[in-house]
């Protein structure tokens, strides 16, 4: 690839290869710098791999980033005629690198008419979502924390984070952010200012449709209104039930029948039949979940689970996996997608599973059963399950620090390395939801203000302007960044911006995009409200490590009190860079979480 760029790009032969590396975990960065480096020549034929229905879908998904970085009106309108795509995470794709365009580019116009239709799906979406789970949930008709409600209510949530970004290519995108902000984090007065000015700014179809989705309400005027949108009424449990086991998505689908299983709705069994004979073969989930009911519906589920040879369903994986604390704040989706990567696996008594002082290749899952942890420096500790087994020094690279064999029958999820930084890579949303989960303390990391310990040496190389050595040598400085080497940290340094802060301005507002801050010289002063005290930032100190990782808002405002220069790292870069350099990735984990066996043993 390195070759293919210095050789110029007359020659679009390698093209078609570049684009099917976007699906390898450890090539799609250089394949996409490579694509890049085309310009906005390279932008009909990523158009057309996007729009091939039997190309991988997971290189489709892969394109919109690439696109967004090849900005032109061509990309703009390529993009936007994919907001009609069916599958709902490269749609997702679409709408992100749409707003990076539009966040970046304020010369590129964005069509109005495809955005406007999408959003007003995407109302539809929310309503029947929210209708749904209300039928099901409200009232306490079903107990509200099964793995079904915890879907349906993310699937609700995401679906209002995607109006709001849809909202920003249509209106002033500074203007929607901050509206975003107050109504969900604001004090009520200033929530009834924000939604005021939005029920002003939308027009039309998008503000009957879309205020209702936004605006505070009671959950019951919300289904209400929802339910005259959609011409629909209430429906009873059965009826709820019965149209989710035939929704589209396929996790709401399994987990659906899941419910319906454990709750002995067996007046749908012959319904989850249908399902069984005539959904589309590539969706597994729904397969594994359907058999898994039907085969307790026709004997007791004692003897289901000493005659069912299959592994267990990913619908009752994701159940189990989501009672451990590592993945407290992973989606549902990606719980799923964790079930059906890994491979269930029957262990005899006395079989170690990882050793101690080795870096782990498999990590394992316990589902069943008790392992005992023995070290150099500590006695034997018994494990029950469901507890994580190697994960975080099989992610971060570290030893581990005893041995771990089995005591009795066990049965675990068991994972390669590989396989698990494969997920990651493609998905960022899993990356959130692990970091929100785990960067609650990491060691020498804590609170929004950090220091480096180097306030003279950063004032120096500030003084100087910084040269893109010097910006790897500052961020060096950073405690998150403790264990990146010399070339992951090139990368970071390319990604990071170079700002320069003028005494009485605002660096950020409470609504900015999440970024972290190296404050290489100066000073500014964080504000949260007219009666929190305020907080000063110095030379030497990185403000929002922690928030830029586990995707919390920092909820400050910024104002320079003292003329200097920092470094900005946004939150989407860095998340872009950890997608496509798994090594920086590991780095970042591995300085994170560097952590005993007792806080391993928490999660």
């Known amino acids: 690839m390195d070759s293919v760029k210095a050789g110029g790009t007359d020659d679009f032969v390698f093209v078609p290869t570049l684009i099917a590396l976007l699906r390898h975990r450890r090539l799609k960065g250089s394949a996409r710098l490579v694509l890049v480096s085309y310009g906005e020549p390279v932008v009909d034929a990523l158009a057309h791999f996007l729009r091939e229905p039997d190309e991988d879908i997971w290189v489709r998904r892969h394109i919109p980033a690439t696109l967004a970085l090849i900005p032109s009106q061509k990309t703009v309108d390529v993009l936007a005629a994919a907001l009609a795509e069916k599958d709902g995470f490269l749609r997702y794709k679409v709408v992100s690198a749409l707003e990076r365009l539009r966040r970046e580019h304020d010369s590129l116009t964005f069509p109005r008419e495809p955005i406007e239709h999408l959003a007003l799906d995407e109302a539809r979406t929310y309503f029947n979502y929210l209708s749904l789970r209300y039928n099901l949930f409200g009232q306490n008709r079903l107990p509200g924390g099964s793995t079904l409600a915890l879907a349906l209510e993310q699937k609700i ?97 399994a987990s659906a029948i899941d419910t319906a299983r454990e709750h002995k709705v067996w007046a749908l069994a012959n319904d989850i039949e249908h399902v069984l004979a005539h959904r589309d073969v590539r969706d597994w989930y729904v397969f594994e979940a359907a058999s898994w009911a039907l085969a307790e519906q026709r004997m007791p589920a004692e003897r289901r689970r000493e005659l069912w040879n299959e592994p267990l369903p990913a619908a009752e994986l994701a159940t189990r996996l989501r009672e451990l604390p590592l993945f407290a704040t992973v989606t549902i989706a990606e719980l799923y997608r964790i079930a059906s990567a890994a491979k269930q696996v029957r262990h005899d008594p006395g079989t170690v599973l990882l050793t101690e002082g080795a870096i782990p290749e498999t990590l394992h899952f316990l589902l069943d059963g008790r392992v005992i942890a023995t070290g150099r420096e500590s006695g034997p500790q018994a494990i029950q399950a469901p507890a994580p087994l190697g994960f975080t020094e099989a992610l971060s690279g570290m030893p581990m620090t005893s041995t771990i064999r089995t005591d009795g029958l066990v049965v675990t999820l068991a994972m390669s390395r590989s396989e698990l930084r494969t997920l990651l890579a493609d998905n960022t949303d899993l990356v959130n939801g692990l970091f929100a989960t785990l960067s609650s303390t990491p060691p020498g990391v804590s609170g929004t203000i950090q220091t480096t310990a180097a306030a003279a040496d950063l004032g120096q190389l500030a003084a100087k302007g910084l040269t893109p050595v010097e910006k790897v040598l500052a961020l060096q400085r950073v405690p998150l960044f403790a264990r990146v080497s010399a070339d992951e940290m090139r990368h970071l340094a390319d990604a990071a911006k170079i700002v320069s802060m003028q005494k009485g301005t605002t660096l950020f507002t409470t609504s900015a995009p999440g970024a972290l801050w190296l404050m290489l010289s100066g000073s500014v002063v964080l504000k949260d409200g007219p009666e929190a005290p305020p907080v000063t930032a110095r030379g030497g100190e990185v403000i929002g490590s922690l928030e830029v990782m586990s995707g919390r808002s920092l909820g400050l405002q910024a104002e320079v009190i003292e003329e200097g220069t920092a470094l900005r790292l946004d939150r989407d870069d860095l998340y872009s860079l950890l997608g496509e350099r798994p090594e920086l990735l590991r780095q970042i984990f591995s300085g994170m979480f560097r952590v005993d066996t007792a806080r391993l043993s928490a999660f």
């Open 157 to 253: 949530q995401r679906t209002k984070d995607r109006i709001y970004r849809l909202l920003t290519l249509i209106y002033p995108w500074r203007d929607i952010s901050a509206a975003q902000w107050t109504i969900t984090h604001g004090d009520s007065r200033n929530r009834a200012n924000a939604s005021e000015y939005l029920d002003n700014l939308l027009e039309g179809a998008l503000r009957k449709r879309i205020m209702p989705v936004l605006e505070e309400l009671p959950i019951e005027e919300k289904v209400r209104r929802g339910n005259v949108l959609l011409k629909t009424r209430p429906r009873d449990v059965e009826e709820t039930l019965l149209q989710l086991i035939n929704d589209d998505d396929q996790v709401i689908a």
